[in-house]
């Protein structure tokens, strides 16, 4: 089982950061591809930036391209969503996700992420 944990949601500011992690004690997380995706109440669950195997390729959404940065930290067995310049369009329940081991490569459809995290609630003030 992969376990994923998010944690370092909470209130940023307009123009702000944030830096959200996700974990997964237990195992090790470089062996998978990770994405982040995020929901805002009424409107759809959207692919923000993934990274695949091994630090290798990532792919972002146009509306954080430049914004946030996804990188992985193999000492700490942690995937990280650096959020800079942050706008009220952010704030939405951030949810990590992972596909099964052997994906290497990451997408931002859903449609191949097996576990998820228990989502962390991000809100951006104006």
């Known amino acids: 089982q992969l376990q994923l944990v998010e944690s370092g949601g909470g209130l940023g500011q307009l123009g702000g950061s944030l830096r959200l992690s996700c974990a997964a004690p237990?195992?090790?997380?470089?062996?998978?591809?990770i994405a982040w995706f995020r929901q805002a109440p009424g409107k759809d669950l959207e692919g923000v930036p993934c990274i695949s195997r091994s630090s290798g390729s990532t792919n972002y959404a146009d509306s954080v391209k430049g914004r946030f940065t996804i990188s992985r930290d193999n000492a700490k067995n942690s995937v990280f969503l650096q959020m800079n310049s942050l706008t009220p369009e952010d704030t939405a329940i951030y949810y990590c996700?992972?596909?099964?081991?052997?994906?290497?490569?990451?997408?931002?459809?859903?449609?191949?992420?097996?576990?998820w995290g228990q989502g962390t609630q991000v809100s951006v003030s104006s």
């Open positions: 996700a992972a596909p099964r081991r052997l994906v290497g490569l990451c997408v931002l459809s859903a449609l191949p992420y097996n576990y």
């Open positions: 237990g195992l090790t997380l470089d062996y998978y591809a």
